[in-house]
């Protein structure tokens, strides 16, 4: 199996982070990266350089407006008198059908739903090599691979078409499963972070072509908070086509791996040709979120499982944050691929 992965992602280091109110250092921070590649070269994968597909797979799941936003606010936020050295939202429309303006701080506050996805002077490029990482292991998996790794920094699945959030600009799972399906693939994407993938359930939720589950913490008392209840079913010829498994809080491996089953059974029984695993590794029990409580053993667990189906798997890197184990969680789940 090949890891792809982009060095260009280490210039991404957003700084503004509000926990509960209260100002804290980001924790998507490019140490990140680097501890999982560390992961990658211990397991002997070869890593590659993603391939440039431009910006067409992109545009399709993320509209131009939203692009030409990402591209260009943060000289445009640098021009404002007295502004912080990051774009940082603080006002949003009640709805992504309200009025467009021509404002810098409106248009932040239109595309971004929340304070944890500050942009700053390499953001986009980040974002886009991203993107190229998860489109890249998306071809490799295309052309016959059984599974590919795609090492993506920042992350993508609290990205809606329109909107940032959650660390997230562009969605890469979502992107490389469009990608997929365009040629001629039936996809399921599976998202195992502890966060509900709220962006990518937000894509596909009118669309029945591509399936998406996610198991998370419950977000009755959890982030993304608005999304991620178990009535999520999905809309309109999309009815069906999204499942929810939230889970209470501190839930560990046992329960984790219940859920699971039930997914699996789901996206076997959609019948797709290809899966791409979101792979979010802030389940673990020593995360710094601390909302789940999967152990690095679970994850040798949940990796055998999903393996299990035998279809070739787009892996994209999501959540998971800084503690001693986070690249032996990665190594427990890729082993299964390998
Ligand atoms: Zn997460």
Not at 243 to 268: E, I, K, M, Q, W
Not at 305 to 328: F, K, M, R
């Amino acid at each position: 199996m090949k890891a792809v992965f982009d060095p260009r992602q280490a210039a991404h280091d957003p700084q503004f982070f509000l926990s509960s109110g209260a100002p804290q250092p980001c924790p998507e921070k490019p140490a990140r990266a680097e501890a999982l590649l560390a992961a990658t070269r211990r397991m002997g994968l070869e890593v590659i350089a993603p391939d440039d597909l431009g910006e067409a797979p992109i545009r399709a799941v993320h509209p131009e407006r939203y692009l030409t936003f990402l591209r260009g606010i943060f000289p445009r936020w640098q021009r404002i008198e007295g502004a912080s050295a990051e774009v940082i939202p603080n006002i949003h429309p009640d709805s992504r059908n309200a009025g467009y303006p021509a404002s810098a701080v409106g248009q932040a506050g239109f595309h971004m739903t929340d304070t944890s996805c500050p942009i700053g002077p390499a953001t986009w490029d980040a974002a886009y090599a991203s993107a190229q990482t998860a489109l890249t292991a998306a071809g490799l998996v295309q052309a016959g691979a059984r599974a590919a790794y795609a090492l993506c920094r920042p992350p993508g699945h609290h990205a809606f078409a329109e909107s940032a959030g959650g660390f997230c600009y562009l969605n890469n799972s979502a992107i490389a499963a469009d990608y997929l399906t365009g040629q001629g693939a039936r996809v399921a994407i599976l998202d195992v972070d502890l966060h509900h993938g709220n962006g990518t359930q937000g894509i596909f939720y009118a669309r029945g072509d591509v399936l998406t589950v996610s198991i998370h913490a419950d977000p009755v008392r959890y982030y993304p908070f608005f999304w991620g209840y178990a009535d999520e079913i999905g809309e309109g010829p999309g009815e069906g086509a999204n499942l929810n498994l939230p889970l209470p809080r501190g839930t560990g491996d046992a329960g984790f791996l219940a859920a699971l089953d039930t997914a699996l059974s789901r996206v076997a029984a959609f019948a797709p040709t290809a899966l791409v695993l979101a792979l979010g590794l802030d389940a673990f029990e020593g995360d710094p979120f601390a909302g789940l409580a999967v152990t690095t053993p679970g994850f040798t667990r949940i990796g055998a499982a999903i393996a299990g189906l035998g279809l070739p798997t787009v892996i994209v890197q999501e959540g998971g944050y800084l503690c001693p184990e986070l690249g032996d969680n990665l190594e427990a789940v890729l082993r299964a691929f390998v």
